[in-house]
């Protein structure tokens, strides 16, 4: 099972970016997703989290709110971030996770939990 993040790259400030990240097995399949998340992270700094889905409910960080919209498509598992007027601060790597996946290895088989699965990281920057 694994998280893959997309979408990150240059942007301007207050310009816009929308990333993407999607659970998948290689031969499985992805039963459920508690909630899903992104964080970000600065070199040689904790990771923190920016905002989350659970359900209908979203949250977001101060630093974010207002700017940045999460979604969620659960029969895709795919989590959004859609991030507007961005600023330099923003640039950091973005980490998506999930939270309590429970996925089918094979067909037929007994699901199997995850407690919290973490996607590769997707640099985003941001250019004054």
């Known amino acids: 099972v694994q998280l893959q993040a997309s979408g990150g790259g240059l942007a301007q400030a207050g310009g816009s970016l929308r990333l993407s990240c999607t659970a998948s097995t290689a031969s499985g399949s992805i039963l459920g997703i508690n909630s899903m998340s992104w964080y970000r992270q600065l070199p040689g700094k904790q990771r923190d989290l920016m905002a989350t889905i659970l359900g209908s409910s979203t949250h977001y960080a101060d630093s974010v709110k207002g700017r940045f919209t999460i979604s969620r498509d659960n029969a895709k598992n795919t989590v959004f971030l859609q991030m507007n007027n961005l600023k330099p601060e923003d640039t950091a790597v973005y980490y998506c996770?999930?939270?309590?996946?429970?996925?089918?290895?094979?067909?037929?088989?007994?699901?199997?939990?995850?407690?919290?699965?973490w996607g590769q990281g997707t640099q985003v920057t941001v250019s004054s």
């Open positions: 996770n999930a939270d309590k996946l429970t996925y089918k290895r094979v067909p037929n088989s007994l699901p199997r939990p995850i407690a919290s699965l």
